[in-house]
């Protein structure tokens, strides 16, 4: 059974079944740092670099919306902070009522799979999903390997995160790179959702853009990279990288050239 509006609504936030996401909800977590203090900027440079989406929580969707230019808005809906009792401590900031009249194409949700907030967020993000299934609103789950005795890296981990989200009725799921193609393959057969990897702390472009082959050789649907991209000194260039990557199929040589990086 097809849903014309998930659909569509998917579409808004990739190109031919490939995601290059932004997540700009790094305010709420970290404060204003470098990039999203003029997100506004930021969002004009990452989407003319061939960004399909970003990702913010709701409350700045104003600072969002005509920036964008053309590409797909995400509503995140829960946070927590670094400089609160426990990071991994996420909690519910918002609903799909909230994410629609904010405009936007998508919603999504951080979960820490292993961790001792696990329960609590597997009820959070079930319940995402049934209210968004009722408007036809897709939900990215941020299924992360975290917890105590967990690797963020083992593929075994990632595979059960983001088959995790499948089984709560996601429809696209984010997880950590498990280092290597060979090893994140397992990771994306643990599942039929679209698989993107997350970015992580900011490495040189070089090895950004090999992250991002590596995944891709390894099935990857694409990324969802933060901080690598809207940290960048150019972030219109490194997205540009990327998207050759993702988009365009580019070996790494020729995706930082095209970029100028």
């Given at each position: 059974m097809t849903f014309p509006g998930l659909d569509a609504r998917l579409?808004?936030?990739?190109?031919?079944?490939?995601?290059?996401?932004?997540?700009?909800?790094?305010?709420?977590?970290?404060?204003?740092?470098?990039?999203?203090?003029?997100?506004?900027?930021?969002?004009?440079?990452?989407?003319?670099?061939?960004?399909?989406?970003?990702?913010?929580?709701?409350?700045?969707?104003?600072?969002?919306?005509?920036?964008?230019?053309?590409?797909?808005?995400?509503?995140?809906?829960?946070?927590?902070?670094?400089?609160?009792?426990?990071?991994?401590?996420?909690?519910?900031?918002?609903?799909?009522?909230?994410?629609?009249?904010?405009?936007?194409?998508?919603?999504?949700?951080?979960?820490?799979?292993?961790?001792?907030?696990?329960?609590?967020?597997?009820?959070?993000?079930?319940?995402?999903?049934?209210?968004?299934?009722?408007?036809?609103?897709?939900?990215?789950?941020?299924?992360?390997?975290?917890?105590?005795?967990?690797?963020?890296?083992?593929?075994?981990?990632?595979?059960?995160?983001?088959?995790?989200?499948?089984e709560l009725d996601a429809d696209v799921v984010k997880t950590g790179y498990s280092g290597d193609g060979d090893g994140f393959r397992h990771v994306v057969e643990s599942t039929r959702l679209p698989v993107v990897i997350a970015g992580g702390s900011k490495g040189t472009d070089r090895e950004t853009v090999e992250m991002v082959r590596g995944a891709m050789d390894g099935g990857a649907a694409g990324v969802s990279m933060g901080r690598s991209i809207f940290q960048h000194d150019d972030p219109e260039a490194i997205t540009s990288a990327v998207s050759a990557v993702v988009h365009e199929d580019a070996d790494v040589e020729n995706a930082l050239s095209a970029a100028g990086l």
């Amino acid at each position: 059974m097809t849903f014309p509006g998930l659909d569509a609504r998917l579409d808004r936030i990739s190109t031919a079944d490939r995601f290059l996401i932004v997540p700009m909800d790094h305010g709420i977590t970290m404060g204003a740092v470098k990039g999203l203090k003029d997100i506004e900027a930021t969002i004009d440079g990452v989407t003319r670099g061939g960004a399909d989406a970003v990702l913010t929580q709701r409350g700045i969707a104003e600072r969002v919306h005509g920036n964008t230019n053309g590409a797909g808005y995400i509503a995140h809906l829960n946070a927590s902070t670094t400089i609160g009792p426990d990071e991994n401590d996420k909690r519910p900031t918002g609903t799909v009522k909230g994410a629609i009249r904010a405009g936007a194409d998508a919603v999504s949700m951080h979960i820490n799979v292993g961790s001792t907030y696990e329960p609590g967020q597997i009820e959070h993000l079930a319940r995402l999903t049934e209210d968004a299934a009722d408007y036809g609103m897709p939900v990215l789950a941020m299924a992360y390997a975290r917890g105590p005795g967990v690797e963020g890296d083992d593929p075994e981990a990632l595979g059960h995160a983001v088959r995790l989200a499948e089984e709560l009725d996601a429809d696209v799921v984010k997880t950590g790179y498990s280092g290597d193609g060979d090893g994140f393959r397992h990771v994306v057969e643990s599942t039929r959702l679209p698989v993107v990897i997350a970015g992580g702390s900011k490495g040189t472009d070089r090895e950004t853009v090999e992250m991002v082959r590596g995944a891709m050789d390894g099935g990857a649907a694409g990324v969802s990279m933060g901080r690598s991209i809207f940290q960048h000194d150019d972030p219109e260039a490194i997205t540009s990288a990327v998207s050759a990557v993702v988009h365009e199929d580019a070996d790494v040589e020729n995706a930082l050239s095209a970029a100028g990086l």
